[in-house]
């Protein structure tokens, strides 16, 4: 029996009340001979059993983590992640709350927001966190809005090594402001200093640098902070988050702004989604974040409770005096962030980013050895860096594929200089015997 949400006798009245005679009246306005005349060409319905079948059978023909092992990244990565953050993630009182419109009657949604941002100022060494944003494009793009909201100038500087897609989601929220977006070439993987010092002028709101950028290498953020400072411009960084648990962080830097991805932070990769963008800091650019900032406080009895300290969104203030009139938080994945990061400690995360360095240091020693495979940049890197090949990166990836293997990204789309260059990452998923059967196999197409 097809599904008939409503009786025939139901159809009419409502057909009557709204002055029409059938159905078909209600198309009126289409062409008749674009109509179409027959019925729906679609398959006989199926039973339950046979429709779990069905999706079951189409499910089996996606490739995972479970069967493939993975060394592509790029802005996406497998981390582990705690059982227990699933099951937290899972709880009805967290996973239907989708935001605190009625904030004081939410303190445990607002509890969990108030943490989330505590552990975010904790890794980036920044003052204050926002209560999230869609993901680490965004947040980076509403960065930048803030840079030249607060200089009022009309030029931004951005490493060319910045993940390009970051860089084109920054030209869309700029078009249309007459801000120009001037890109700072590279040199051995590193975002050029001399190019830096040179194209900086009175007119530059902000200094845009990732790192581990895109090539996985880290930047000396120290040096841009000076050069940015000389001219009263902001610097903004973009962070691997995990990074942070062996590198400096941003904010001990002179960094003005520390944003970036949070899938990392106990997200799966969920075919590209839902992620989490963070956003931090320091305490004098506060009222300038956008979206929302929870804070805690006492009643007249004393008690602790948590508010909305601060609400820098068109619905909550006048549109024109708002932050940002398209930013929204992901407050149950910042929950699983928290809630990964509680877990971890100081230290697991620590472990964490060791281990994704000596990984990565391991499996470029191996990769080396192979005929036709070199390290092209000398930079130090955290759990990406490229490698120079004599062969199509296409033809390589597809011989790992048959192996089991995901590869790397193929750098040339968005680098079109580096042809036969591949981008690979290796996360502490990646075991010894992992790295050397990616090596091995990558080996004996030699």
Known sequence: MPYIPHTAEEIQKMLRTIGVNSTDDLFSDI??????????????????????????????????????????????????????????????????AYTPYQPEISQGTLQTIFEYQTMICELTGMDAANASHYDGATALAEGVSLAIDVTKRKHVLISSL?????????????????????????????????????????????????????????????????????????????????????????????ADVVVGEGQSLGLPLNFGGPYLGFMAVKNKYVRRLPGRIVGKTQDRLGNEGYVLTLQAREQHIRRERASSNICSNQALCALGAAVYLSLMGPEGIREVGRQCIQKGIYTKKLLSKIPGIKIPFPATTF???????????????????????????????????LKNHILLCVTEMRTREDIEKLASVWGDMS
């Open 31 to 96: 062409a008749e001979e674009i109509r179409l005349k027959r019925a729906l060409n679609l398959p006989r319905g199926l039973s339950e059993k046979e429709t779990w079948d069905k999706i079951n059978g189409l499910a089996s023909k996606n490739k995972h983590m479970g069967k493939h092992i993975c060394f592509l990244g790029a802005g996406a990565y497998q981390h582990y992640c705690p059982k227990a953050v699933k099951h937290i993630l899972s709880r009805s009182e967290f996973y239907t």
């Open 162 to 254: 910045v993940h390009p897609e970051y860089r084109q989601t920054v030209a869309t929220y700029l078009e249309g402001k007459n801000i120009t977006l001037d890109q700072i070439p590279y040199q051995d993987g590193l975002t050029s200093k001399k190019e830096l010092e040179q194209r900086m002028n009175k007119n530059t709101a902000a200094v845009v640098m990732q790192t581990p950028n895109f090539f996985g290498a880290i930047e000396e953020l120290s040096y841009a902070a000076q050069v940015a400072q000389q001219t009263g411009a902001l610097l903004i960084v973009c962070v691997d988050p995990i990074s942070l648990g062996i590198l400096e962080a941003p904010g001990n830097l002179q």
């Open 383 to 417: 759990k990406e860096f490229i490698v120079e090949t004599t062969e199509e990166p296409q033809r390589i990836n597809e011989h790992l594929w048959k192996a089991g293997i995901m590869g790397g990204l193929d750098v040339s789309g968005f680098y079109p200089e």
